[in-house]
């Protein structure tokens, strides 16, 4: 087949594309020709270079590609999505696009944006979405658009191009601009004796799962007809709460320390996330399972060797002022 992508050069796309390649497929990028911190796109893929704001600029180039399959990796806004399926109606059989368990109610919850007691179980995808529009409106940076409820409805709700798209939870591995494993990985390397968390956040589940097992997910999408026309979850079947989350970190990286847990009163101020953690957003991913024959590619002790070994080789920038060991040794002496 040929497949499409838009994007491709940040964190999930260079494992989608690489895993499309590998399987035989011949592979096109749309983007603005920046390189991938996770490596290079493999070699012999097409490129199509420009803007997504233009994306109906570039439909005659678009057409001599002639894509079976269309994989937008992040459609942000409402337009985004309309330009999309505006832009490759006639041209593509299908689109597959990416969206995140941010859509439901529950997720709105953990935020403070959405109301309501907390939602008990899994979340399928037949979840009630969230009802709150712009999620990430007044939270700075040119986000005000972003709301991947809209973006769902103008991808599916399109006349004539069928379409895919894929929820996903907290990903890892390497590339992962974000950052999200390194906080705990660096206090583990600096041979803290003991890491601090507050215990509601220490017993919030979050479904995760690992970006080569995600870009498996894409290309069976992709590559499957019989996913035209579906939503599907992509996670891994545990959603681990926060501390056991930790412990695996743990438990690939050596340390021998301790998590100790507190009420929110009594910890420092930089240890305190204004989440409601009593609601958890915990994926049912029992659909894309079974109906695409989806599993992990990679066991968990794997994954999180791979993500470890590039966290450690790629730091954030901004790594020496993610911790305060000395409000934390000072609470330490008080309280441990």
Not at 146 to 156: C, H, P
Not at 235 to 248: S, Y
């Amino acid at each position: 087949m040929k497949v499409l992508f838009i994007g491709g050069t940040r964190f999930i796309g260079p494992h989608a594309v690489k895993r499309m390649v590998d399987l035989g497929h011949e592979v096109a990028v749309f983007n603005r020709g920046q390189s991938s911190p996770a490596g290079s796109l493999p070699d012999g893929i097409a490129s199509i270079r420009g803007e997504r704001a233009r994306l109906g600029e570039y439909r005659e180039a678009f057409r001599r590609f002639a894509p079976d399959v269309v994989v937008d990796l992040f459609p942000y806004s409402e337009t985004d999505a309309r330009v999309l399926m505006e832009t490759f109606a006639g041209i593509t059989g299908r689109v597959v696009a990416i969206s995140s368990c941010d859509v439901y109610r529950a997720f709105g919850r953990v935020n403070r944006i959405e109301s309501g007691p907390p939602e008990e179980g899994l979340l399928t995808e037949e979840s009630p979405l969230c009802e709150t529009r712009y999620p990430l409106q007044g939270a700075g940076g040119d986000r005000s658009d972003y709301d991947k409820v809209l973006v769902e409805r103008a991808v599916m709700g399109h006349g004539s191009l069928p379409a895919t798209v894929l929820r996903l939870p907290m990903v890892y591995g390497p590339g992962d601009y974000q950052h999200r494993l390194y906080p705990y990985l660096q206090q583990m390397r600096d041979g803290r004796p003991v890491i601090l968390m507050e215990e509601g956040f220490a017993s919030w589940r979050w479904s995760r799962a690992y970006v080569e097992d995600i870009a498996e997910a894409i290309s069976l999408a992709a590559l499957n007809e019989r996913a035209a026309g579906q939503i599907y979850h992509v996670a891994e079947e545990t959603g681990l709460p926060i501390i056991e989350w930790v412990e695996r970190i743990a438990a690939a990286a050596g340390w021998k320390g301790r998590i100790v847990t507190a009420p929110a009163a009594e910890l420092p101020a930089h240890l305190l996330l204004d989440i409601e953690t009593r609601q958890h957003v915990h994926l049912d991913t029992s659909k894309i399972r079974r109906e695409l024959g989806y599993a992990e590619r990679f066991s968990t002790q794997e994954a999180m060797r791979r993500t470890i070994e590039w966290e450690s080789a790629n730091p954030p920038e901004n790594a020496g002022r993610m911790t305060d060991y000395q409000a934390e040794d000072e609470w330490l002496a008080r309280f441990a």
